[in-house]
């Protein structure tokens, strides 16, 4: 939904700008790669940040505080492994899903308004990106998302289990899990693009 | 008759921080034990040393006189497995039923078949007091008194031979308390098991054989009960006085 609600907007505004020009056809080019590069794996990123970087780190310190950790330590098992492990695989597998799912959901925002405002007809828009967007852009956005589930998971679980016996550290740890996966997805996101420009990708 | 555990000179540290100055005392088999201490007398810390979760800075630790200091990670877990933990949350796994709570343990530590698993869980769930129907609720279904008992089923599992209770009635009503406190001392005389508690609740200091007081690092107290009242700890002389330990005095 909110991938969509994206869409329409930077296709709005896109579009204004574009109609002035007579440079209607270029929205498909500015939406097309700018979803598939940046704002899908990005909006992804920074929505997984804030959803499941906070629910593992919450999941994870309540057991904590609760003891639940300590009671599988007890057992001789690995909370890390039990823990983590699942989260880190799922998360790392899932984010290209995802991301793809936001992309195609974006698009279609930025196709309604292309067809409303430019009258370039939905058809047409999806016609034409197939044409301009090269397997590189698509390539470029994906490449990078693993690793923003890695990071996600790996930050989200690394807070939980920081999160100390008190129930007021609970809130402590997750407001720093969700601020620290959203600046290292951006911080990811500028290193990647640096790779990129380098490799010419 | 070898103690199922003994301390002797202990020295424990967070970092550089010392928790515990000097512990040296003994825990006869079939005894319960009561580990009373202010916040941060090191009460936990004492029970995380029985654990092995936390090595002495210096002093020895024995298990039914094994020293421990020199364990393997497989003899220290097999020490471990002799040992049952009621934590003081009931650290119930959430996502979990109660019986499936209770056979976890024996499924990760034992090799048999998995219906004598159920069988030891249905077994263990009755002698906690506890119904047949509870071994099919989750633990946010059950009260705080019932999530204690199911806790204490599962600490009975693997059949332990000491059992370590962190304030086992804290947050229950005076009745669910006794009755928890009743089972206990029910349990040890049944089984002959042996019971060290740690306790902020006065009145269950009424079950135990011996009390153990920490002040800070160090033993306070060490003997029966009614005894306590000759201590000259300043600590001590202070818990009696209160209207909540008045009983010790008597």
Partial sequence: ?201 | MTPIIEFKNVVSKYGTKVIHKNLTFKIEPGEIVALVGGSGSGKTTVIKLILLLLKPASGKIYFKGKDTSHLTPQEEQEMRDRMGVVFQFSALFASMTVGENIMYPVIKRRKIYNELIKENAFLKLKLAGLDEEVFYMYPEELSGGMKKKAALARALALDPELLILDEPTSGLDPISAEEFDHTIKTLRDLMGITVLMVTHDLSSLRIADKLLVLSKGEIAFYGHPKELSKAKNEWIQQLISTSRGEFLNA
């Avoid at chain 1, 909006?43 to 994870?60: E, F, H, K, M």
């Avoid at chain 1, 309540?62 to 950790?69: A, D, G, Q």
């Avoid at chain 1, 790996?154 to 959203?182: A, D, N, Q, W």
Wanted: aromatic share 12%; no cysteine.
């Fill in chain 1, 1 to 201: 939904m909110l991938s969509f609600l994206i869409g329409i907007v930077i296709g709005y505004q896109s579009a204004v700008q574009l109609k002035t020009f007579g440079a209607n056809i270029y929205i498909v080019n500015l939406i097309g790669i700018s979803t598939f590069r940046e704002l899908a794996p990005l909006i992804t990123g920074i929505l997984l940040a804030g959803r499941v970087s906070s629910g593992y780190t919450a999941n994870i310190g309540l057991r904590k505080v609760s003891e639940e950790v300590d009671a599988l330590k007890v057992l001789g098992l690995s909370p890390v492994v039990l823990l983590t492990l699942p989260r880190l695989i799922s998360a790392t597998f899932f984010t290209p899903f995802l991301t793809l799912f936001s992309a195609l959901t974006m698009l279609l925002g930025g196709a309604l308004v292309s067809d409303i405002i430019l009258d370039i007809n939905i058809r047409d828009f999806f016609f034409r990106l197939s044409e301009i967007v090269a397997n590189k852009h698509f390539l470029a956005g994906m490449i990078k998302t693993p690793f923003f589930g890695f990071y996600i998971a790996i930050i989200g679980t690394f807070y939980g289990f920081m999160t100390e016996k008190r129930p007021e550290s609970l809130g402590y740890s997750v407001m720093k899990s969700v601020v620290s996966s959203i600046a290292g997805i951006i911080l990811i996101d500028a290193i990647f693009s640096i790779i990129f420009m380098w490799i010419k990708l």
